[in-house]
């Protein structure tokens, strides 16, 4: 929950004009919900895509204060973020909200960021795989094959959003594999190799790098640090030498 209309139009034309030549990286900026549209005309013919935080399942109706995913998609999003910890920590999100708004927005067009991770707690009881385990599988239910691959899973230890602490990249590559096996299990080695896994969680400039070139890690999920231009670019640009 950052930035005004005029900071957040300052902020996506000072990325415009720093990663124009980026390629092969996919970049997505997901602003608050009263700064996507203008944002989504800003965007017109850049290289980066635009995408809410959250969404809501129902396609209209008396649901007041809530955000549909055709209204979303109306705004020039292709991205929405579904199943964010604070969404779960604050808001009472739950796999079976989650579930509603994945396929909401499949069937809306928009491609679905699913967030799970595990909290401080529930890792120093040894209990990471299993809320994976239920998280995903829940998360993801009834997802055919072909809609699966439209989705992008989101690996965000809770302990680590906001909190300075990263995992470290052999734990968050751990976890990143445990969920691709999770993904086999259900839709077969070729389909799961395909699916991104991206890593959240106090993503930085210092430390991006060394978390994107472990095996089953295809992304990061920025927050702190793609609210300055610089830190963002400086990201993505990592991203990209290691794509070469």
Not at 85 to 92: D, L, N
Request: contains cysteine; proline residues 2%; negative net charge.
């Amino acid at each position: 929950m950052y930035k005004t209309l005029k900071d957040g139009e300052e902020l996506v034309n000072s990325l415009k004009r720093s990663l124009y030549q980026i390629e092969n990286v996919d970049i997505v900026v997901c602003p608050p919900f009263t700064l996507l549209a203008a944002l989504g005309d800003a965007l017109t013919d850049s290289n980066i895509a635009l995408g809410a935080q959250d969404c809501y399942w129902q396609e209209e109706g008396a649901f007041t204060g809530e955000v549909s995913c055709n209204m979303i998609r109306d705004t020039g999003c292709a991205y929405v973020i579904i199943g964010h910890s604070e969404r779960r920590q604050f808001f009472g999100e739950t796999n079976e909200t989650v579930n509603k708004k994945v396929n909401a927005a499949l069937k809306a067009g928009l491609l679905p960021i699913v967030c799970v991770g595990e909290t401080l707690a529930e890792r120093e009881k040894g209990l990471t795989f299993k809320v994976l385990d239920s998280q995903v599988n829940n998360s993801l239910k009834d997802i055919n094959a072909d809609d699966i691959l439209k989705v992008i899973i989101a690996y965000e230890p809770v302990w680590a959003i906001g909190t300075g602490k990263t995992a470290t990249a052999q734990q968050a590559q751990e976890a990143h594999k445990y969920i691709r096996g999770l993904l086999e299990k259900s839709y077969g080695k070729e389909i799961s190799g395909q699916i991104r896994i991206q890593y959240g969680g106090s993503v930085k400039p210092e430390n991006s790098a060394e978390l994107l070139k472990e095996p089953d890690i295809d992304g990061a999920l920025v927050g702190g640090a793609s609210l300055k231009a610089d830190s963002f670019s400086d990201i993505v640009k990592k991203a990209g030498e290691i794509n070469k």
